[in-house]
């Protein structure tokens, strides 16, 4: 605020050291027939005390509150960050803003031109409304261990980024939700603004091979195959002009469906999903959710994509059947080994927990009632087979002392948007414990890592080390002793 004694350049040059601005800009600022104009937004309260102190005519503040995050870097690119207003922009902050920011008081009342209230004249007042605080499904020493752990992977494997989704498959309830790079909510602005956002929910991938575990779902569930059945599975099939392989080169193998699942064969996928036919693959994915909203409703979503079979190419029947040449973000990923996990019911996945009002009373939020994917059949027949992969094939890495791990390995070509060309892989692994009756699933991908890029080497480690510390935080007990063994060859 200017006033008539104001000496706009005497101003500045005693401001300037303790705002750390420069002279000539807060000159400018002060100079001209503006009422109001403000200086600096969220001055420390140390640094106003020493500006009053200097009585500098024309100038003066108000209180207001700052959003402080306490863990810092700690679910960051999940909760998000306030603006300068305090409103949320990003994360559950703007999700849930309409809840937590509360409504603004009003006090209407006539006042003399110095300012000051008039007494005995007309006012009014409505008191502000105190938001409601959330409270999240999110485990914080759970969710401290994935992001501390997907950290040192993403390091050691040079990588763009890495996610991490854990959840309770029985409820959807999202247990922690890990990005690497992270930011500070409390400098948010410090920060890229490639980095923060939460790219579990906004960025799409193809998840390449652990995308398998949805296609023997649907030919399990079809009951046109069982896990014993025989398959002769070769190397190489060719489709068009191109030729479609396995990873390793080998002879015509004679191999189970379950061996098929185990050592991750594309052909034998295919073969497998050539028992369904293209409609029943496409209709399988999606009612695992795959291009579909999660219903979480958490800002920049994206639902990725798995085109309708009647614009498939030649090859797209093959590829999409192992993996590629479809799109979905991490939390889907998860959300699909999740309803697996639940005997084949998949539940919306679930981030609030309730709300509690300004007395303390906790409102539970409701649940989503869950959606029929699969027979409980299917999904414990392919619980076992996904323990073959832990056991046998490529997902050793990811075993846990004393527990039945089931999960699938991935190792996906990655799109580039910027090349608008393949470059690079995601590694992942998705996979349940106890296997027998699951009570965490857990999620890694790791995008874009330079070196090794296999997912059961550098995903499925990280799988086992959050999945061992979690079942002893949650006080998760092992399970039965041992799986049924189902033969991978004929």
């Not at 999110?138 to 854990?166: F, P």
């Amino acid at each position: 605020m200017c006033s008539s004694d104001l000496n706009p350049a005497a101003t500045a040059v005693a401001l300037a050291p303790l705002l750390r601005l420069p002279v000539e800009d807060l000159q400018a600022s002060l100079t001209g027939t503006r009422r109001f104009v403000y200086i600096k937004r969220t001055v420390d309260a140390n640094v106003w005390a020493r500006i009053t102190a200097l009585r500098l005519p024309g100038l003066f503040g108000y209180s207001t509150s700052t959003r402080v995050y306490p863990g810092k870097t700690l679910a960051s690119n999940l909760l998000g960050f306030v603006g300068i207003d305090g409103k949320g922009l990003a994360g559950v902050e703007l999700m849930a803003n309409s809840n937590l920011a509360g409504k603004d008081g009003v006090a209407r009342y006539e006042r003399d031109p110095g300012g000051r209230p008039i007494p005995d004249t007309a006012a009014r007042t409505v008191q502000p409304v105190r938001g409601t605080d959330i409270r999240l499904t999110i485990d914080r020493d759970i969710q401290w261990t994935a992001e501390t752990e997907l950290a040192g992977a993403v390091q050691k494997a040079k990588a763009d980024y890495g996610t991490v989704v854990v959840m309770r498959p029985d409820t959807g309830d999202i247990i922690a939700q890990a990005t690497v790079p992270s930011i500070d909510s409390n400098n948010p602005r410090a920060a890229d603004a490639s980095l923060r956002g939460n790219r579990a929910v906004s960025d799409v991938y193809e998840p390449g091979s652990t995308s398998k575990m949805m296609t023997m779902a649907a030919v399990l569930d079809s009951g046109k195959a069982t896990a014993v059945s025989k398959f002769s599975v070769p190397y190489s099939m060719r489709f068009g002009n191109r030729v479609l392989h396995d990873h390793d080169p080998h002879g015509v193998e004679r191999m189970t469906l379950n061996g098929i699942l185990a050592q991750s064969s594309n052909i034998g996928t295919f073969l497998a999903a050539r028992l369904i036919g293209p409609d029943g693959l496409y209709r399988a994915l999606k009612r695992f959710g795959v291009a579909e909203p999660t219903g979480l409703g958490f800002p920049g979503e994206s639902r990725g994509v798995v085109p309708h079979p009647s614009n498939w190419s030649v090859t797209s029947f093959p590829t999409i059947a192992y993996g590629q040449g479809l799109s979905l973000n991490a939390l889907q990923a998860a959300s699909a080994y999740a309803t697996i996990a639940n005997d084949g019911v998949r539940m919306p996945p679930r981030l609030v927990a309730g709300t509690v009002d300004a007395r303390g009373a906790f409102t539970a939020a409701p649940r989503s009632a869950g959606i029929r994917v699969v027979s409980s059949t299917t999904a414990r027949t392919l619980r076992q087979m996904l323990e073959s992969v832990v056991e046998k094939g490529t997902g050793t890495n990811a075993a846990v002392a004393g527990y039945r791990v089931a999960g699938k390995t991935g190792t996906a070509s990655r799109f580039d948007p910027k090349l608008n060309r393949y470059s690079g892989y995601v590694a992942s692994f998705i996979g349940m414990l106890p296997a027998d009756h699951p009570k965490l699933v857990i999620a890694v991908s790791i995008h874009n890592p330079r070196g090794a890029h296999f997912g059961g080497v550098i995903a499925a480690p990280v799988f086992a080390k959050i999945a061992t510390f979690a079942v002893q935080e949650r006080r998760i007990p092992p399970g039965s002793a041992s799986a049924p063994r189902i033969p991978l060859t004929w």
